[in-house]
């Protein structure tokens, strides 16, 4: 174990195409491992929203999407870092659960207050009102190889195709427990 590195609870693991993986933890921020050394970034040097990483997603174009409980990040070594919250984009919470890339190189955000898009068309917010979510409240996210995006809540698991929205819960599938998180 190298002196740098600091983690005590790890969250998030996420490899990236240029081979680099990147690990969130718990207080300590993040922190990357490319060509055998380990990188340590706080928020204050790449305008993380807190220390706590969440979740990590990294997408084609070599971008680093990292959430917190402040907001959610993207990362370039090359164009830089920008913060994205409740107050300067569609995010529809600061609270980020979980973070997904899917086939199609869209970014899934995962938060305390619904499903958000992102994509070069811009941010697409999904809750309860406007799709077939069961809650708002989405704990983790996952694309599959088919193309669906699956959402897990506290009411259950949903996927979404695109176009349909197909909900699991204990009444209506084999679950034991409604509350979906990983």
């Not at 060509?35 to 070599?62: E, R």
């Not at 959430?67 to 529809?92: M, Q, R, V």
Request: charged share 20%; hydrophobic share 35%.
């Amino acid at each position: 174990r190298e002196k740098s590195i600091i983690a005590n609870c790890v969250n998030a693991v996420a490899a990236e195409r240029k081979v680099n993986i990147w690990v969130g933890d718990w207080s300590s921020g993040i922190f990357s491992y490319k060509d055998g050394k380990w990188n340590t970034y706080k928020d204050d040097q790449i305008k993380l929203g807190d220390n706590t990483v969440t979740s990590i997603a990294c997408d084609a174009k070599n971008n680093v999407w990292i959430g917190t409980y402040h907001g959610l990040t993207i990362y370039n070594e090359s164009t830089g870092t920008k913060l994205f919250n409740a107050d300067n984009s569609k995010l529809p919470n600061n609270d980020v659960y979980s973070l997904c890339v899917d086939s199609k190189d869209n970014l899934w955000v995962g938060t305390i207050d619904g499903l958000v898009r992102v994509n070069g068309k811009g941010w697409t917010v999904y809750k309860s009102s406007n799709s077939g979510l069961p809650s708002n409240l989405i704990l983790c996210v996952a694309a599959d190889a088919k193309g669906c995006v699956w959402v897990g809540t506290e009411k259950g698991v949903t996927c979404f195709d695109g176009k349909k929205w197909v909900s699991y819960a204990v009444e209506n599938s084999p679950l034991i427990d409604n509350r979906v998180q990983t």
